[in-house]
Structure formats: structure tokens, C-alpha cells
């Protein structure tokens, strides 16, 4: 693997999942691979679940680490060409991805969208200019419209718990925030369910109110319901998640009551595992009730960030 950005950099689904699990029950089989190599991580944005379970996929497969959080701690970067810089930018995408690939043999980079114009969030020209610039491999630690480590690990962990006989309902439920949140988990992990969809893995639903629709681009092959209650019945695994519309780009829409998910809700499925990527916001995005009861699933979820982070991290090492 080159570069991983979105499913469409992975060659062989079932190879990477196959991949995560060993590394999950045999974590350094592979310890010596990242010697003398270096791991950069360059985070425009917060972060726990990514950065942490990154960085120690990096050091289970021996290579050195270093973080830069450059929204803090590096100089304000220019992005377009042919400006001159006599504003608030001080350095050029040009030559900090450069540089940056000059200490590192494999990059990664979060970079969240402003969500003001969609053109120019969807075009992924940030995140497509620091891989052209920094000539190195380039992991995606989250981008404008994509969030594919995540979306490996919560296929890894439907793999993994799935015990039932056929395939899966899988149900991705918008679920209410108070903040403008963007669609690259939701976009993300469309994708990569339509993927698994095509493979003959599972089934795959969208639940979300008039308004929420995803782009085409990522959800096309999905069911599509505006029904909750309908789109949950029956349902094996949900993965709640709130996004911002992408049609009214970026807005907070007005949608009906009854979008939380609560234990009530879970009586209509089969026993349903729930999933959340985190962080959450309990009893607005979903309920304590489903947080804290059985069904959860979201500590086993983001456990696996670690095995999915590394199986990607092991197949770019050994392209190198
Ligand atoms: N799920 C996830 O990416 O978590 P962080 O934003 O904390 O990395």
C-alpha cells in the first residue's frame, strides 16, 4: 500500500482485515519491520483515539515516531499558489510538506474541514498538496470528507463480534449535536459498508432526516430511510453519528423529535451491538443508557483503532 486515504487505496479488504486481527492476537510478530524507519504525525486538529492508537501501532512495529501539532506548535501555513505572503501566513504547503518529508519515510495528516464552501472542503486540495509535496507515503489520520482508519476498525470490530448465521443489518443513524460536525466519519464508513455491501459482507442502511443526505459519491449501493424506527428494525449492528448537511452545506438543520437513540429504541432490533467512533456527547448524541449497557460497543471499537492503524501501517512498510 502506497498511501492510504480512502477504501480505494486498499487492494484487498479481506487481506487487511485478516492483517488487523493477527496483529490484534500476536501484536509484535512483526517488530522488526519499522526499524530505522520514522513515523510523522501532523495534526491541524484535537485528537485522542487517532493519535494515541497511532502512534503505538508504530512503535508495535518498531519505527521511531514524531508529532507535530502544527495548529499549535508550527508556523501558519499558506495554501494557494501564486499569493504573496504578505498577510498572516508565514511558511508554504509547498515546503513544509517537503521538509517534513525529508525527516519521515511515511507521514500522516489530520486536516478537518472549515465547512463554509463545499467545492472547496470536497476537493481535498490540502490533504491532496502536502502528498504531492511531501514525496513520502501519506496515512490519513482524518480528512475533509474521509476518515478511513476509522472505518477500517469498525470493520475490523463487525468482523470480529459478528456471530450470527448470514449477514449483518449494519444501520448508520444520524443522531442530534448542537455543533456543525463534518461528514467524513459518516462519509467514511458509507463507503466502506457499500464496499463490504459489494463483497457479500453485510447489509447496509442509512437512517437520517429529510435534509442529511450524504453525497452520492460515498453512499451510493446504501438503503435509505428517513424512518428511524423503521431502518432500526431488525438491525444487527447501529452506528450512530451525527453530520452537518452536505446539501445545505455545513448547516445544522431543523429534524423531528425521536432521533437519540435510547434502550427503547433497541426493543425493534436483533439484539443490536452499538457503535460510536467517539468522542460523544452523552444523553444529546446518544444515550447513557445504550452508552453504558451491553449492547455498547464503542471501547471494543476504538480498542481496535490500534490493530487497524497498524495493519496499514505494516502494509506500507512493507512497500517501502
Ligand atoms: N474517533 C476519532 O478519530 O477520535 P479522535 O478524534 O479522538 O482521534
New binding site residues.
Given amino acids: 500500500m502506497n498511501q492510504f486515504t480512502s477504501v480505494h487505496d486498499v487492494q484487498d479488504i479481506g487481506k487487511l482485515l485478516r492483517d488487523a486481527l493477527a496483529l490484534k492476537e500476536n501484536p509484535y510478530a512483526h517488530k522488526s519491520l519499522g526499524e530505522n524507519k520514522t513515523l510523522g504525525l501532523v495534526f491541524l486538529n484535537p ?5 494515541l492508537s497511532t502512534q503505538k501501532a508504530a512503535l508495535n512495529l518498531g519505527m521511531s515516531v514524531m508529532v507535530m501539532n502544527m495548529d499549535k506548535e508550527g508556523w501558519a501555513l499558506e495554501t494557494q499558489d501564486g499569493v504573496v505572503m504578505n498577510g498572516t501566513t508565514v511558511e508554504h504547503i509547498r515546503e513544509a510538506a517537503a521538509v517534513m518529508g525529508q525527516y519521515c519515510d511515511i507521514l500522516g495528516l489530520r486536516s478537518f474541514p472549515k465547512l463554509a464552501d463545499r467545492e472547496e472542503d470536497y476537493s481535498e486540495d490540502f490533504f491532496n498538496k502536502f502528498i504531492a509535496y511531501s514525496k513520502v507515503p501519506v496515512v490519513s489520520l ?1 480528512s475533509a470528507t474521509r ?1 478511513p482508519l ?1 472505518s477500517l476498525a469498525d470493520l475490523v470490530t463487525i468482523k470480529e463480534t459478528w456471530q450470527g448465521a448470514g449477514k449483518p443489518k449494519v444501520v448508520l443513524a444520524w443522531a442530534p449535536h448542537i455543533k456543525a460536525l463534518p461528514q467524513a466519519v459518516p462519509n467514511s464508513f458509507a463507503e466502506w459498508m457499500c464496499k463490504a455491501q459489494e463483497l457479500d459482507m453485510l447489509d447496509f442502511t442509512i437512517a437520517q432526516p429529510e435534509g442529511y443526505e450524504l453525497s452520492e459519491d460515498f453512499s451510493k449501493g446504501a438503503a435509505i430511510s428517513y424512518d428511524l424506527d423503521a431502518a432500526l428494525s431488525g438491525a444487527d449492528y447501529i452506528y450512530v453519528k451525527n453530520w452537518s448537511s452536505y446539501k445545505d452545506y455545513g448547516k445544522v438543520l431543523p429534524y423531528p423529535e425521536g432521533w437519540m437513540l435510547t434502550n427503547e429504541k433497541l426493543t425493534v432490533t436483533n439484539d443490536a451491538r452499538v457503535m460510536h ?3 460523544v456527547r452523552r444523553d444529546l448524541e446518544l444515550s447513557a443508557e445504550v452508552l453504558d449497557g451491553p449492547s455498547s460497543l464503542v471501547i471494543h471499537e476504538a480498542g481496535n483503532r490500534l490493530w487497524a492503524a497498524q495493519a496499514v501501517l505494516k502494509q506500507m512498510l512493507e512497500k517501502l
Fill in positions: 485528537s485522542l483515539r487517532t493519535r482524518e476518515h476509522q467512533c467517539l468522542p
